[in-house]
Each structure stands twice: as structure tokens, then as C-alpha cells.
């Protein structure tokens, strides 16, 4: 998840090396979730899933709204039953879910908020990392188009990044592929920790 723009559908299209998600230039571009069932090499399968961006205020409130709509449908479905892209019902005890859930061993999911790593502690982005530490699953940070940076910016963004968000930052860029298999890493381990 992240601000609109930030770069979440080209991350996922540069970590799978194939155009799967919709990607554009002007903000607003993705708007429902989208899952994307991949495995890497011998690896579990897992899904990537690409979520509307948010602080997009163009068309008023509604795609605020859409947002905060799917992120907690998505993100609190362990407390309230089934969510997006669940298939089946609630009343027959056996939903199909589509969604991870963060209870089931098998079935775990981890958040990656994303950052523009040209633009540390923007408000919008520190919201979303306190409303993040309130949900039940563990979660990590990116900052995005990295190859927009200069060698010093690098590492003053990285340290103010991990100063903000508490924690290791992986930096990594959709267009030159730098910081992807490190990206790859995160993702593989993240599910496996217990959220703080
Ligand atoms: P929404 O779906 O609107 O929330 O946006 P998004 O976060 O999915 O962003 P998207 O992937 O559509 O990319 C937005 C713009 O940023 C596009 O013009 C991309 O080409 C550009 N972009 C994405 N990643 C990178 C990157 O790593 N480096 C550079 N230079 N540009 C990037
Ligand atoms: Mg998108």
C-alpha cells in the first residue's frame, strides 16, 4: 500500500519481470485491489496484491473513501468475517476466502508500505504507518524509485527513512531493478514475523 503514485502496481510489475498491473502517470490509476497469484522458483505460492493508493483527491472524497474501504476490509478481515474477494458465505460457515488471513499459519499476510524515497515523513504516509501498527499483521517499508536519488540523498533518505518508520527500509527502483532481489527477501520473510 501507498500514496497514489508512489509506484505500487510498477513494483509489482518489475518484481514478477512482466506488465500485469496497470500503471500511469498521472495518480488514481489503480482502483480495486488486485491479487496476483505468483511463485518465485520452488518457493510457496503467495499473493501479491496491489492496492488503490491513497491522499488521491481528484473526483472529491470518493477515492479516499474507496481506499479506507478496501484497507479495512482488507486488513481487519480476521475480526469482522470475510472481506474482498472472499467467495461463498458467511451462513454456510465456509467461505472461500481469497484474502489471507493473519490467524492462519498457512495463510499469513504481510503489509509493505510504500514511500517515495524523495519525499520522507510526508503526513499522509506516517498516518498510514500509525493506522498499520494497529492491525494485526507484520509490516515493512520500501521506498520507491530510488533511481531518482542522488548517491548522498541515498543515504540521508534511507536514515531518515528507518528513523520514521522504525526499522530496516529496503530501497528499490520499478525502472533500473536495483534493490528487487533484496525487495524479494523481505517478502519472503515478512508473513513469518509476528506483528509488534
Ligand atoms: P496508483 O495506482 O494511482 O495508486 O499509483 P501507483 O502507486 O500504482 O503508481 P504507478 O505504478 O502507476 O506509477 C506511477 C508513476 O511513477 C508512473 O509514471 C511510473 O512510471 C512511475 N514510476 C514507478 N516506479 C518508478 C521507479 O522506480 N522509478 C521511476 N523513475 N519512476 C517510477
Ligand atoms: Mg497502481
Redesign the pocket.
Known sequence: M?????????????LVRQKV???????????LANFYRVRRGSGPEMYLV?????G?ARGGDAPAREFNRLAEAYFTRADRGPGIGDRGSERTGSPRSLIPDPRSPEKRIGVLL?IDARHPGLESDLDAWAWLASQPCPRGVVG?????LTRAERARHTRELESLFDGPVVL?????GEGLDELWKLIATLPSQTAA
Do not use: E, H, M, W
Open positions: 501507498g500514496r497514489s503514485n508512489v509506484g505500487k502496481s510498477s513494483l509489482i510489475n518489475a498491473a496497470r500503471t500511469s502517470a498521472a495518480p488514481g490509476k489503480t482502483r496491489d492496492l488503490p493508493g491513497y488521491y510504500l520507491t524509485k530510488v533511481d531518482k528499490a527502483s520499478a525502472q533500473t
